[in-house]
């Protein structure tokens, strides 16, 4: 199965005339997530009531190293920030930046900067 898509706030920027309401999306932790990227993308990651891990999985880049970033903590009640994610090519992977949360308590959340 693929990983559950999801959907990012699209930054208002500096000088908004509006709020920007951002989305938390329960972790799948069956099939993971993913999102697509832009270039400048920021991820976060709620652990929830009872924290986790997640992992970040990017393919081998033309460096032939990967991007990977492997079981990171999250405590209970807290906020991780991954990124931006800016270079493509350690990232990409047929669909976008692909990542697995521990628990599906945690809650994920993109924000694609301007």
């Known amino acids: 199965m693929p990983a559950t898509p999801l959907t990012k ?8 005339t509006a709020l920007s309401t951002l989305t ?7 099939t993971g997530n993913s999102f697509k990227m832009s270039g400048n993308d920021l991820l976060l990651v709620d652990g929830g009531s009872a924290g986790g891990t997640v ?5 081998v880049n033309k460096r ?3 991007g990977t970033i492997t079981t990171e903590a ?14 493509l090519d350690g990232w990409l992977n047929s669909d976008g930046v ?11 959340s ?4 301007r």
Do not use: D, E, H
């Not at 706030?9 to 908004?16: D, S």
């Not at 938390?24 to 069956?30: G, H, P, V």
């Open 9 to 16: 706030l699209a930054w208002t920027g500096p000088y908004p």
């Open 64 to 66: 032939n190293r990967t």
């Open 110 to 113: 993109v924000i694609r900067l």
């Open 74 to 87: 999250v405590a209970a009640n807290a906020i991780r920030v991954f990124g931006p994610f800016k270079q």
């Open 98 to 108: 692909r990542l697995v949360c521990s628990a599906n308590t945690m809650k994920l």
């Open 24 to 30: 938390q999306t329960a972790a799948t932790i069956t």
């Open 55 to 59: 992992t970040i999985t990017g393919p």
